[in-house]
């Protein structure tokens, strides 16, 4: 800050950009908290920049959280291999508004992240500029050390790789909400065929416990196995609809304290993912809505 005359103009274009800042760390990791640590990051390097030598505010903010993310992305590479269990991202509470830029939506959506989970850290953060923030070949060039020729490439691939294993047809908002109030209404009374009528055969479930709350440490997979496990939340759980990544979730609280985060995948209208986030690690941003933007 400076004087009296209110934020100092790296200050100001630092704020104007901070929930876009944080959107693309956390689409390249997954992580609000090392999304939030990559903002801090970024803000110490951008504070030393003389502006006068800046073209395009924008970007060359962008790259500075890009460079500080794919470091951390290695990193967290590392944490993953030791990790108890499956590794889910880590939920965020949206704004309703969200849901309203599909792409956007989809983006962030936890199914999107576990597909970019299978991406090498160079072509998230490359099919990411690209594919959700539209930045340009030499923009990203400069962001990932990479000629645009080798970046245009780079993009094709991951392009092609995303293609292959993105939800098939994710539904309109009222679709994923109608499919998830048929999920709790089931799993709330207990009947076992109403569950088997929403879950697709192939249905996975991954349920993130951390190693510090009890959760399986493989998928479940098959919807007969899936629904065994769903019919274990008994009675003393009260199931809430939240708008979790983009879409419409349910949040599990147990004695009033939230315990699990579930975001789901729909495909042609069938439940074919459940993402159970139990890690108490991982649950702070429910608390208040997380702002993301392009």
Do not use: C
Request: proline share 5%; net charge negative.
């Amino acid at each position: 800050m400076s004087g009296h005359d209110g934020p100092d103009p790296a200050t100001e274009a630092f704020v104007a950009h901070r929930n876009l800042l944080f959107t693309v760390a956390y689409e390249m990791l997954g992580s609000a908290a090392d999304a939030e640590d990559v903002l801090q990051e970024t803000w110490l390097r951008w504070a030393g920049v003389d502006l006068a030598t800046v073209r395009d505010q924008r970007a060359y903010l962008v790259r500075i959280a890009t460079r500080q993310a794919l470091g951390r992305l290695r990193a967290l590479g590392r944490r993953k291999e030791s990790y108890v269990g499956p590794w889910l991202p880590e939920p965020l509470l949206t704004a309703p508004d969200v849901a309203e830029d599909v792409e956007l939506a989809d983006s962030v959506s936890m199914a999107m992240l576990l597909v970019l989970e299978t991406l090498q850290p160079t072509e998230r953060a490359v099919f990411v500029l690209r594919e959700v923030f539209d930045l340009d070949y030499d923009e990203i060039a400069e962001a990932v050390d990479k000629n645009p020729a080798a970046v245009r490439q780079i993009a094709h691939r991951a392009r092609s790789h995303v293609a292959a294993r993105r939800p098939r047809g994710t539904g309109s908002p009222a679709e994923h909400r109608a499919a998830l109030q048929a999920f709790q209404r089931a799993v709330q009374t207990g009947e076992l065929q109403s569950l088997l009528d929403i879950l697709a055969p192939e249905v996975v479930l991954l349920t993130d416990g951390g190693g510090i709350k009890q959760a399986a440490l493989a998928p479940v997979i098959g919807a007969g196995m899936v629904a065994q496990v769903l019919s274990r939340i008994t009675g003393t759980a009260s199931l809430r609809p939240a708008q979790v990544n983009g879409y419409p979730a349910l949040t599990v609280h147990l004695d009033g304290e939230l315990d699990t985060v579930v975001a789901v995948r729909i495909d042609d209208g069938l439940i074919t993912g459940l993402y159970a986030v139990r890690n108490p690690e991982k649950l702070s941003h429910m608390e208040r809505e997380t702002p993301v933007s392009r």
